[in-house]
């Protein structure tokens, strides 16, 4: 059991690396629009957006704030796989 647990820690640490290069992407500003785009769509029109510390974006309407920040993104793709994720690493 732990040596799974260290194999999805790992893959998580990993996603996470692999995700916040995207900063350095040429196709970052669009990653940023289409986000954009998400949090309009759930907060509406009049949502605040600032950028997120470490990447991403996080908006604020009037009741509620969405965070899609680079780092909770990748979390949510490897959360995503469920039980899945398990056939990463066997045989």
């Keep these: 059991m732990a040596a799974r647990r260290e194999a999805y820690e790992e893959l998580r640490r990993r996603n996470r690396a692999a995700v916040a290069e995207l900063r350095e992407a040429s196709s970052y500003p669009a990653l940023l629009d289409a986000l954009r785009t998400r949090l309009s ?9 600032t950028e997120h ?32 994720v398990e056939e990463l690493w066997q045989p």
């Design 41 to 49: 769509t759930s907060l509406g029109q009049d949502v605040s957006v």
């Design 53 to 84: 510390p470490a990447g991403g974006l996080v908006g604020v309407g009037e009741h509620r704030r969405v965070e899609y920040g680079l780092a909770r993104l990748a979390d949510a793709a490897v959360q995503r796989l469920g039980p899945d």
